[in-house]
């Protein structure tokens, strides 16, 4: 059980263009998730809290412009990186919090990003 | 605010020895702790957690933290490692159920033959 998938797990694109992430809690139901940004070998930063049916939280000097959380559902979050560039490389983890236990996240796979 | 120390930045250890992992922590409140493990290219994967109740707490693949609030201290312990343990290893903290989790650096275990 609670098993978070994330779509695409890997993609390359070219500078400019724009990127949708998916994230999925696939056995339970997450009225929040949370997006995470990890460049290699470092921890684990936080960008943005995301609440289904609400605007996402972003956490300080994170652009809200330019990575666009929606949470549509109970079980889907998406992030959009708008207009890519080669500074945004990097490892996206998203997490999702099980409504009938709250006090734990399960995170997705990952996605690794690549802007050429 | 909340913080999380990870003193070890790497552990390089022999297979079937022992390993400690060492995590500490600072909050002003209450807190939940949390390891988390990511092998390559992955996401992470709870391997335990501490809620509150008994202060030793057993994970996943024989692994097991001890909280002891009058050091703050949350440290991972495995009494015999495997080569397939090799990792990196968070640990994390939130203040109260539902909240952000804060993590540490990460350590990597590399376990040798």
């Known amino acids: 059980g609670a098993v978070v998938s994330q779509h695409p797990s890997w993609v390359i694109c070219k500078s400019g263009t724009s990127v949708k992430i998916e994230c999925r809690s696939l056995d339970f139901q997450a009225t929040t998730m949370f997006w995470y940004r990890q460049f290699p070998k470092q921890s684990l930063m936080l960008m943005a809290t995301s609440n289904e049916g609400s605007k996402a939280t972003y956490e300080q000097g994170v652009e809200k412009d330019k990575f666009l959380i929606n949470h549509a559902s109970l079980t889907l979050s998406t992030l959009t990186v708008t207009s890519a560039h080669p500074e945004d490389s990097s490892f996206y983890i998203c997490?999702?919090?099980?409504?009938?236990?709250?006090?734990?996240?399960?995170f997705g796979p990952g996605t690794r990003l690549t802007v050429l | 605010a909340q913080s999380v120390t990870q003193l070890d930045s790497q552990v390089p250890v022999f297979e079937e020895a022992p390993v400690e992992l060492r995590c500490n922590y600072s909050s002003s409140v209450s807190v939940y702790l949390f390891w988390y493990v990511q092998y390559p290219n992955q996401g992470l994967q709870l391997l335990l957690k501490y809620l509150s109740g008994s202060t030793l707490v057993k994970g996943i693949n024989g692994f097991e933290a001890e909280f002891n609030k009058s050091q703050t201290s949350f440290h991972l312990r495995k009494p015999s490692v495997h080569i397939s343990d090799t990792a990196e290893y968070f640990c994390?903290?939130?203040?109260?159920?539902?909240?952000?989790?804060?993590f540490g650096g990460g350590t990597r275990l590399m376990v040798k033959p």
């Open positions: 997490s999702a919090r099980d409504l009938a236990s709250v006090d734990t996240q399960y």
């Open positions: 994390a903290v939130s203040e109260g159920a539902g909240n952000m989790l804060t």
